[in-house]
């Protein structure tokens, strides 16, 4: 497996809860692209079963929101069990994924690129903006 996927054992779970997001909230692939920052094709992939990169986990992860209803794991970190150990990090290529990332993402930001408001929240926690802000 490329240390850059999503575990395919996991990808039709993934699959089932990115479609049921979107129906829910009434949204097109397109409009969900959009807050993800993505193409449409690649929704669609991903909701025909094909696993996304890694770095994209944490994206979708901030849409769909983490949560547990009785005690089962519902949050897609929850799921494929990327959490880190307790006061521990996560595995290399996770981190490297995520700081290239973030790192595309600035540059994007560099160039007066618009990102969706989900991906600049996602850099605000990355990067610890607004922290100790009054």
């Known amino acids: 497996m490329d240390t850059n996927e999503y575990p395919a054992e996991h990808a039709d779970e993934l699959a089932e ?7 829910t909230n009434g949204i097109t692939q397109r ?6 920052g993505v193409t449409q094709q690649s929704v669609a992939r991903w909701e025909q079963g094909s696993p996304p990169r890694r770095y994209m986990l944490r994206v979708i992860e901030s849409l769909l929101g983490e949560n547990h209803e009785g005690g089962q ?9 990327i959490h880190p ?7 290399r290529p996770i981190q490297d994924a995520r ?4 790192q595309g993402c600035l540059k994007l930001l560099e160039r007066g690129e618009r990102l969706p408001n989900r991906v600049l929240l996602l850099l605000a926690d990355e990067l610890g903006w607004g922290e100790g802000d009054s």
């Not at 809860?17 to 129906?23: E, H, P, Q, V």
């Not at 409009?31 to 993800?36: K, V």
């Not at 700081?99 to 973030?102: D, F, N, R, S």
Request: hydrophobic content about 40%; proline content about 9%; charged content about 20%.
């Open 99 to 102: 700081k290239t990332y973030v």
């Open 17 to 23: 809860r990115i479609r049921a997001y979107r129906l």
């Open 31 to 36: 409009e969900l692209a959009d807050q993800l």
């Open 85 to 91: 150990p307790a006061g521990g990090l996560l595995p």
């Open 73 to 81: 794991p519902t949050g897609l970190a929850d799921i494929i069990g």
